[in-house]
């Protein structure tokens, strides 16, 4: 496994990272991307100006998985959007090499923040489904992984939970806010 910068002009990863983003995200979040043509709008917006987009490939050039980035706050901080890993190989250390990369191409361009939302759609950690104005803090202290939320994968990468948006995706379905320092 290599990581790339892929190119704008690189039709077969547009391809494979928009069949990815649609496999990827199916089981959880099957409001994310559901056709080809929403993945392909994702993956085109990876290269707009000032964005970042890694990808893991095999020996062959097929994609195993890829992250992207958005510069905000002058680019002190780079929120982390999207990392999709192939279901096949989810588990394996491609996602954890991607957000390693990802973290040193943050640091090179200066940035000194990441942050990301990672949605709780589909019931999966004990913050869903529950009034998040009561006790908010208590409430993302004690947060339990219900059914393999991928917030203890960031965890495990350094981030920690910042905030999160209550009702972000209809009421009892928060985005969990996490942040990691750049080092």
């Known amino acids: 496994m290599k990581i790339v910068t892929p190119s704008s002009n690189d039709q077969r990863f547009l391809q494979q990272a928009a069949q990815l983003l649609v496999d990827a995200f199916r089981e959880h979040w099957p409001d994310a991307w559901t056709t080809m043509e929403d993945g392909l709008e994702e993956a085109n ?3 707009e100006e000032g964005k970042l987009c890694r990808a893991a490939v095999d020996e062959d ?3 195993l998985g890829f992250i992207g980035g958005i510069p905000q706050y002058d680019g002190h901080v780079w929120e982390l959007h999207p990392l999709a890993v192939q ?4 588990g394996k250390g491609i996602g954890k090499t991607l957000v390693e990369d990802f973290e040193s191409q943050v640091r090179a361009r200066g940035g ?5 939302g990672s949605d709780d759609e589909d019931n999966m950690t004990s913050l869903s489904n529950t009034d998040l104005h009561e006790n908010l803090w208590d409430q993302i202290k004690n947060i339990r992984n219900l059914k393999g939320h991928p917030y203890e994968f960031y965890q495990k990468m350094g981030f920690i939970i910042t905030g999160v948006v209550i009702d972000a995706n209809g009421r009892g ?3 969990i806010l996490m942040s990691k320092k750049v080092e």
């Open 45 to 47: 917006e990876l290269f």
């Open 61 to 63: 050039g097929n994609l």
């Open 87 to 90: 279901p096949s190989k989810q």
């Open 112 to 116: 000194l923040t990441i942050t990301l």
């Open 173 to 175: 379905k928060p985005d």
